[in-house]
């Protein structure tokens, strides 16, 4: 018998000794302040459920890409102190060796050291704010992917979080994408971001962002 039973069987017992005792008006108040009906114990909260991560397609035998977790670019093999000039000209070779031969005028590739900004004449102000925002917005975004890849998705939910516009190509289904993905990426790996000039194998939100950023005070100078 629970709490509420016992209180009952209590209350009944007190009313009918009332009772007897000729005491209606004690057996009346204990009845009126015990309500008749068994109070409502409030329902637990549901448990939450875990969105469940949509799965991805397996890697069909017919495709020759690989997901590429490491980011490389352009910028991250000409700074990166720790190569042998034998090791950054086999990086290029796998990135874009048409890009060595006659890099594009602002282009990341160069054979000088890179410096964070340009700067403009003596006493002229950086862009504003407004400006690198609406020349961000300007920067052609190309990702070459497969639906397979789960950091294809990444990238790809990235850009739709962040409003960046952005030309998506399948490489496993579009055969004019592939040729040039491999073209720009002969390791054959996915994905292969091209914002603006530079080339990014590997998907790495700071890696995507400065590219913008880069791209966009270029056309701003």
């Given amino acids: 018998m629970g709490w509420w039973g016992s209180m009952r069987l209590l209350a009944g017992?007190?009313?009918?000794v009332a009772v007897a005792s000729g005491c209606e008006e004690i057996a009346a108040l204990v009845d009126d302040y015990l309500p008749s009906t068994e109070p409502q114990v409030a329902p637990e909260d549901e448990p939450q459920v875990e969105a469940i991560e949509e799965k991805l397609p397996e890697r069909p035998a017919s495709s020759t890409a690989r997901s590429e977790t490491e980011v490389?670019?352009?910028?991250?093999?000409?700074?990166?102190p720790t190569m042998t000039r034998e090791q950054r000209i086999r990086a290029f070779e796998n990135l874009?060796?048409?890009?060595?031969?006659k890099p594009v005028v602002g282009s990341n590739v160069s054979g000088g050291p890179t410096t964070a900004t340009t700067r403009g004449p003596p006493g002229q102000a950086g862009p504003s704010a407004p400006e690198l925002a609406a020349a961000r917005r300007r920067v052609p975004v190309v990702m070459y992917s497969t639906d397979w890849c789960g950091v294809c998705r990444r990238a790809r939910q990235y850009f739709a979080e962040n409003q960046i516009s952005f030309e998506e190509h399948d490489v496993d289904r579009d055969p004019r994408a592939r040729e040039e993905y491999l073209r720009l990426n002969p390791r054959r790996s996915v994905p292969?971001?091209?914002?603006?000039?530079?080339v990014i194998v590997g998907f790495s939100a700071q890696a995507v962002n400065a590219a913008l950023d880069s791209a966009a005070r270029r056309r701003l100078n």
């Fill in 13 to 16: 017992g007190i009313i009918a």
């Fill in 72 to 80: 490389i670019t352009f910028r991250s093999i000409l700074e990166n």
């Fill in 96 to 101: 874009d060796p048409a890009a060595l031969q």
């Fill in 192 to 198: 292969t971001i091209k914002v603006g000039d530079e």
